[in-house]
């Protein structure tokens, strides 16, 4: 009779296509009421995020259960190991699913202390700030406005709320397969327990649980800034001008929004690339460092105006603090 601790058990499947359906009626009941009562994508947004914030005590009671699990297995093959014969396991074996048993028993304690080790705080410590206004007040009729509109509607539940959560799940996802991975203490390369890939999947993961303050270090490595400017000042002061500004903050608030989600898939690809994936080293990087100046273009065009322009009457933005005109 095979042993139901073994690892197959956990790729069964039928266990697998089980523990789905489980995960999406949990969702499907809770986000049931919320969406009906929808009028906006922003409210579509704020909604969603309101209505998946039990998945995480979801998932630590899923983990509290798979890490009994864990340390049962762990326990009879350390048995097995004291009492020898053909199908005796290795000490290492035993020991290994018994710490991934324990970590995921006491998976908030392992986060916590990721968070610690990374950003030498909490979670949501060190965030970036937005210098300047995060919604305005557009007239028109015209496309500016629309373009306001949307971005004031949009940008705050995404920005604010459902990015940042969904980075925190995923990290949250990606530190318990890293996990298992040192529990199962299977693999070959990048994907076994002291791989590459192992070690790696925890770093990413800490990067993705804390955004906010990745993106404060990556500010600063760029521009040596810890502020993302928003309030665009033209130096030619038309009738025109105030409308142009606000087109123009509406557009550079949503390249903050392209520029966090290119650095969220540069991390995506990191993973991919230290598990031997397709993905390349230079292709996350470039998603990461070019999603870190479009989340700051405004601070961006103002470098490149300074380098490739000599004569000041020729600035289109007012450099910080009112001079570069």
Known sequence: MPNPMTRNSFYNPALQAGLWLLVGAFFMLQAGPAFAQSHTL???????????????????????????????????????????????????????????????????????????????????QRSISLSGDSARSFSGPGLDEAMGRFVTDFFKPFMGYALPYFCYLAGLILLIRGIQRLANGDGKGPTAPGGFGSWMIFIISAGLMSLGYLMNILQGSLFGVNELYANVLLCDQSPLSDRAEDVLWAIFQFLRIVGYISVVRGLFMLKTHADGGQASLMGASTHIIAGGMLANVYYFSDVVQRTFVQDAQYFVFKGFGGGGC
């Open 42 to 124: 922003g409210e579509v947004v704020r909604n969603t995020y309101t209505d998946i914030l039990p998945a995480q005590s979801f998932l630590s009671a899923i983990c509290f259960v798979l890490g009994v699990w864990y340390c049962v297995g762990g326990i009879q093959m350390l048995r097995s190991t004291g009492e020898g014969g053909q199908n005796a396991k290795p000490l290492s074996a035993s020991l290994f699913k018994l710490c991934g048993g324990a970590a995921l028993i006491a998976l908030p304690f392992m986060v916590n202390m990721m968070m610690q080790s990374t950003t030498g705080g909490g979670l949501g």
